[in-house]
């Protein structure tokens, strides 16, 4: 049977799958799965010479993508039940004859012409393998922004040839000199984005120094085409931040016309967050006498940070901006300045700190409102933006693989009332186990709501109220059984692997519970928002009951809630202890891309 190929994808009877190519295009090996299967399942995988199949086949693991060499050899890169990933090597009748597994990120691999020999690539240090023995022949590390797609050992046998991905061919030392070090450098910064751009300048003058003015405004030059390509400001990095590092360039070249310029970009640039935190650390500035010049100078300042959109979603910073603008009114005698300010500050926060400050002023006692609670999980969901499987399946711990939750949200449509059964009934026996397990987290209040959660469950079945409890059973050290097949990710019963995060229920931590209770809690959220035609007006009401039922247990485990999506998590990263509202969820710093502050 003949292959049909459409740029990288190639069919082969009911066969679909990734293409990769040889070097010289002579061979190439495909993977992927059988399109009209009952189960779908990618772990085939057949060589190719043109459109001829030399041979196909299929392994016990997932495959994950493949290398070919131009003699027919190949490497297939698998993944088994836990995360570690495994290369085996192939011959070109099909046979496999080598393995090995890696625990760290595997970044690259490859397989040499003749097959005897293995490159690849863990913590940006590349190895070259004798197959036969097993062992090293050489290994370096390189640098961290060199992205390997391709290696070989050129003709000398001393000099390793490695491409970087979209850029071309570079050669290192066997001993690992980077001997086109300078052409690579040149070529990377030539198709670099604007940030990477910037940390390669500033990495480059930090090791290399500036030895002249004519260093410094090289260095100037690739600074203003970094801020051409595009920047702006994230939490790792500010625009102001990179203005002033141009200005300190320019002045070192000697151009103060450019270094001035840079210093007004930056101060243009500072957002509101930056402004109203150096505006508090330079009051002790007024002096005594109090300097109205340099008051006016702070107030302008603070004014100015009402600009910045964003500010106005932090409470906390608005209630500083606001008292520490009444604090400057009041030491310069603007007597009706400063009570506006104190208001404004008590309105925005009623934590600012100033009740005193205006009482004294007014001479008449300030009655705050309640402090208001913090918004509900349920209020910070947004469904076009969550994701399912991101890790592992809530339930199970099986990895299905991440799905966006409006589409994950589409197979509901065509389920029923006993899935959604299921997931209660597997809800409320992981929810026994933890109630009554060996976890040394258990609080009363995790309990009371887990009692509650329990009745809910129960008193809304006739019989069968639990899933097999329990429903996952460890099997040794590293590995569980799950007995019914899962209603979250419709994974067939079978073996799961342990980690850190996902054991069996009765000894499960708060980072494994509090997921349980968060997914499930997205699920009748989002089932409840949709409404798929099998579910009645009382089904709804009971679902938007166990909803809210879900997540008030999840609460109760006591992590603290992300305040973009309200997941509990063990760590907000970007938040501090005064505005944890500008914090982030590991969840949320995937999804954005990178260490990106949203809201």
């Known amino acids: 049977m003949n292959a ?14 990734t293409v990769c190519d040889s070097p010289s295009g002579r061979f190439s090996v495909a993977w992927g799965i059988f399109i009209n299967r009952k ?3 990618d772990k085939h995988f057949a060589l ?19 290398r070919c060499s131009d003699l027919g050899y190949f490497a297939l890169r698998v993944q088994g039940n836990t995360d570690k990933e495994t290369v085996l090597l192939f011959g070109p009748e099909g046979e496999q004859y080598y393995s090995r597994q890696f625990g760290g990120y595997l970044q690259f691999y490859d397989v040499s012409e003749d097959g005897k020999f293995l490159f ?4 940006n240090t590349l190895h ?18 060199f992205y390997p797609t391709g290696a070989r050992l050129d003709a000398d046998g001393s000099t390793v040839s490695m491409r970087h991905k979209c850029i071309g061919w570079y050669r290192f030392s066997t001993a690992g000199a980077f001997l086109d070090e300078e052409t690579w450098l040149n070529d990377y910064m030539k198709t670099c984005n604007g940030i990477t751009l910037y940390h390669v300048i500033r990495d480059l003058q930090e090791r290399q120094g500036t030895r002249s003015a004519e260093d410094a405004e090289t260095y100037a030059l690739w600074i203003e085409e970094a801020l051409r390509r595009g920047i702006e400001d994230c939490f790792s990095l500010k625009v102001a931040d990179v203005q002033s590092y141009l200005a300190t360039l320019y002045r070192q070249a000697g151009k103060a016309t450019e270094a001035d310029t840079a210093d007004s970009k930056a101060e243009q640039s500072l957002d509101g967050f930056r402004l109203v935190d150096r505006a508090i650390s330079q009051v002790p500035e007024i002096g005594d006498p109090p300097s109205e010049d340099v008051a006016r100078r702070l107030v302008a300042d603070l004014d100015r940070a009402t600009q910045t959109p964003r500010l106005h979603e932090y409470p906390n910073y608005m209630g500083k901006l606001y008292r520490t603008k009444g604090e400057i009114l009041e030491r310069i005698g603007d007597k009706e300045g400063a009570i506006t300010a104190y208001r404004t500050a008590l309105e925005a926060n009623i934590t600012a700190g100033c009740k005193k400050q205006l009482e004294r002023l007014t001479n008449a006692p300030v009655i705050l409102p309640e402090k208001p609670k913090p918004r509900s999980v349920e209020s910070r969901i947004d469904l076009d933006r969550g994701t399912m499987f991101h890790f592992r399946c809530p339930v199970c711990g099986s990895e299905p693989g991440e799905k966006p939750l409006v589409e994950y949200l589409v197979d509901w449509h065509g389920a ?3 899935r959604l059964q299921r997931l209660l009934s597997h809800l409320a026996g992981a929810t026994w186990e933890l109630r009554f397990g060996n976890s040394h987290w258990l609080t009363k209040k995790f309990q009371t709501h887990a009692d509650e959660l329990i009745r809910n469950v129960s008193d809304n079945k006739k019989e069968n109220a639990f899933a097999p409890s329990p429903f996952i059973l460890s099997v040794d050290a590293k590995t569980m059984t799950m007995q019914t097949e899962c209603p979250v990710c419709v994974t067939a019963p079978g073996k799961r692997a342990k980690d850190n995060y996902f054991t069996v229920w009765s ?3 708060k980072v494994q519970s509090s997921n349980l209770y968060y997914e499930v809690g997205l699920i009748l959220f989002g089932v409840v928002t949709a409404r798929p035609s099998w579910m009645s007006d009382d089904l709804r009401d009971y679902c938007e009951m166990m909803k809210s039922q879900t997540f ?15 997941r509990f998590t063990t760590a907000i990263l970007g938040g501090t202890r005064t505005d944890p509202e500008k914090g982030m969820c590991r969840w949320c710093l995937d999804a954005s891309g990178g260490i990106q502050i949203r809201k």
């Not at 990288?8 to 799958?17: C, E, P, T």
């Not at 008030?552 to 309200?566: D, H, I, K, N, Y």
Request: charged share 30%; net charge negative; proline share 3%.
């Open 416 to 418: 029923d009332g006993n």
């Open 48 to 66: 190719l010479q043109g459109r001829n199949v030399v041979t196909q086949r299929s392994i016990s693991r997932r495959v994950l993508d493949g």
């Open 128 to 145: 070259y393998t004798d197959v036969s023995d097993k062992k090293d022949l050489f290994s370096f590390a390189f640098d961290h922004r």
């Open 4 to 17: 049909e190929r459409r740029g990288d994808q190639v069919y082969i009877g009911d066969f679909m799958g």
């Open 120 to 123: 690849w690539v863990t913590e």
């Open 507 to 509: 000894e499960a931590c």
């Open 552 to 566: 008030r247990t999840g609460e109760s485990v006591g992590l603290p809630s992300c305040p973009q999506c309200g």
């Open 39 to 41: 189960s779908v399942e």
